[in-house]
């Protein structure tokens, strides 16, 4: 042996079982970043393709101070922070645990002559040669994943997609993933290194470090049991490894609660709603002047899935207030039977509305309220003399671009109210929704059958469901991966810690505990970490979801208002103890499958 380097790769191949979830942690990170720059890198090349042929080569010019590029990149920079931060905490505990399984074996290099700093040079040169394979194959998925990705966007997504380059390969994501899985490494591999170093060649080899952090007090035993209190006194002993598992924790929670906020910033700004017209058909000026008798015509046509209308009329004297004491002008809009469904299927009404009485001849109207005016269910008006009742209201207004509130009020009636109120039956507004298999024939029998009677817009290409879909998908998949390796890192490390106090859990099966006792030990300490992990996601995750809520939303969109996301909280916890219990299983069934004179004997 020419050196004490050249134990590296005998102890990878030795230690390879244990290694497992250090590597696997690796590949994660550089797939991640791989894929989310490379897919950036694919949306830039897609954007510029789009420009040159809308604009030609002048469009190259302006590219790099395109908002589009900017924001691409700026969430593929925010993704590998958040990734390089996981990244730090999960291999950073993987690797503690590994050093305290080997204490004896730095304890006889300590004996044989080796310094501190070769210590952590080899503890480090050691988490290197785990990238030699860890990168290639995490950069290979990231390539692979792009491929997959942009297929997907482009047949089946299309649109504003079908451009998308398909095998494109890109030099940004690759060194990207290359970097994320060389810095992450070594940031991981500096504390453990450094513990390593610290642990005296006698007391290494005696055994193990993990021994000798007795408790200087007695345990505490008024309010649980002694495996129970033994099991968190195992947890709290290790500062260090107690926050790294709190971190592990934390972070899934946090991250699932900040792209909650992300999927409903994105709902903000591509509504979703569920009467979104393919083809619109306006009459002139805005007036109810399109034939009522249109809408017959049009719901037997090839290509046409649903039409609905409209009917509006501005201005109408209005007497509102307490005991109708002051005049207004005020707006009217119909609403057939599926907008207002609409409305109940989208959530868009608040809290106490009935919507129930709005259908058919009625004197009960829903109301969006102007800007000083405050309106709730139960409120009583009079428009063109008559009297009507509020139902209820909107959350915002969904005639604006932004939802935000105009200076006048706007009643939306039925039809059969609107009709009663002004006598008009036309339409000002005749909305189509096509089918899936439309094509630009059927769009252009349609406008035939319109002629004069309107406007025809065709808003096809508008469409953002599938961009929608798209990227929640992406997000969800993003928070999905992340939150498996944060399992199967917990469990790693709880039963690496288990394997480390080996020793401990034999000398305890020798002086009478038996194999409930230990699984009940294992379990207090995996839920010690789940709980302060809980605790502090739960604190950082509500306080970061604020601030993001407040910045991305309520900034742009005043009617928003952020609220605990009670759903999304409780989903993360059931899942975070789902993978608590998980993480006992495995080593607690090692611990009673051992004999205890195997647990006394291991190193």
Same mark, same amino acid.
């Given at each position: ?45 897609? *954007? ?27 969430? &593929? ?18 690797? /503690? ?131 129970? &209190? ?97 005049? *207004? ?7 057939? /039977? ?12 608040? *809290? ?100 004069? /009677? ?140 051992? &004999? ?8």
């Amino acid at each position: 042996m020419k050196s004490y380097l050249s134990l590296i790769p005998i102890s990878a191949k030795v230690h390879r079982r244990q290694n497992r979830m250090t590597l696997l942690c690796i590949i994660f990170a550089v797939f991640l970043v791989t894929a989310v720059f490379s897919m950036a890198d694919m949306s830039v090349r897609m *954007e510029t393709a789009r420009l040159l042929a809308k604009h030609g080569s002048q469009a190259l010019e302006n590219m790099i101070g395109s908002a589009a590029v900017q924001n691409y990149f700026l969430l &593929a920079a925010a993704l590998f922070v958040l990734i390089l931060i996981a990244g730090v905490l999960m291999i950073s505990s993987s690797i /503690n645990s590994n050093v305290a399984q080997r204490t004896k074996f730095f304890g006889m290099m300590r004996c044989i002559g080796m310094s501190r700093q070769q210590i952590i040079r080899f503890v480090r040169l050691e988490a290197l040669n785990w990238c030699e394979t860890a990168i290639p194959i995490g950069v290979l998925l990231g390539i692979g994943i792009t491929w997959a990705l942009c297929g997907v966007l482009r047949y089946l997504v299309g649109e504003e997609f079908s451009n998308i380059p398909l095998f494109g390969i890109s030099l940004i994501g690759i060194v990207s993933g290359i970097l994320v899985g060389i810095i992450t490494v070594l940031i991981a591999a500096g504390s453990p290194a450094k513990r390593a170093a610290k642990v005296s060649p006698v007391t290494a080899v005696s055994g193990n470090s993990e021994a000798a952090n007795h408790a200087n007090h007695a345990l505490h035993t008024r309010f649980f049991k002694i495996e129970t &209190a033994l099991g968190i006194h195992h947890a709290v002993s290790n500062k260090k490894n107690l926050i790294l598992m709190t971190g592990s924790f934390a972070l899934s929670i946090i991250l699932f609660l900040s792209f909650t906020v992300v999927i409903e910033f994105v709902g903000c700004i591509m509504p979703q709603s569920s009467n979104t017209a393919d083809i619109k058909i306006s009459g002139s000026d805005a007036s109810n002047s399109v034939d009522s008798a249109l809408l017959n015509k049009l719901e037997g046509m090839d290509g046409v899935k649903r039409v609905f209308a409209r009917r509006n009329l501005s201005d109408v004297p209005a007497e509102v207030g307490k005991d109708n004491s002051r005049s *207004e002008r005020i707006d009217l809009v119909s609403y057939s /039977n599926f907008d207002l469904d609409c409305l109940t299927k989208d959530k868009l009404l608040k *809290e106490g509305s009935d919507i129930g009485k709005v259908y058919g001849n009625s004197k009960y109207v829903l109301a969006v309220c102007g800007k000083n005016d405050s309106l709730e269910a139960g409120d009583v008006l009079k428009a063109n003399g008559q009297k009507l009742t509020i139902a209820g209201t909107l959350k915002y207004n969904p005639f604006s671009s932004d939802g935000s509130l105009d200076e006048k009020i706007t009643l939306i009636t039925s039809d059969e109210t609107f009709t009663r109120l002004t006598g008009i039956s036309d339409y000002s507004l005749v909305l189509i929704q096509t089918s899936k298999d439309a094509t630009n024939k059927n769009v252009a029998a349609i406008r035939g059958v319109v002629n004069e /009677n309107g406007t025809l817009s065709d808003l096809r290409d508008q469409r953002t469901a599938n961009t929608y879909i798209a990227f929640v998908l992406f997000v969800y998949a993003f928070l999905a991966i992340i939150t498996l390796v944060t399992v199967l890192n917990i469990m790693n490390s709880i039963s690496m810690s288990v394997s480390a106090k080996i020793k401990q859990y034999g000398a305890m099966r020798a002086v009478g505990m038996d194999e409930r006792q230990v699984t009940k030990m294992i379990a207090a300490e995996a839920f010690t970490y789940a709980v302060s992990g809980c605790a502090v996601g739960c604190t950082v995750g509500l306080l970061v979801s604020k601030l993001l809520y407040d910045y991305l939303i309520t900034a742009h969109y005043s009617y928003a208002v952020w609220s605990i996301p009670a759903v999304p909280l409780v989903i993360i916890l059931l899942f975070v103890i789902a993978a608590a219990i998980a993480a006992v299983y495995a080593p607690a069934k090692r611990i009673q499958n051992m &004999a205890v004179t195997d647990t006394i004997n291991e190193l």
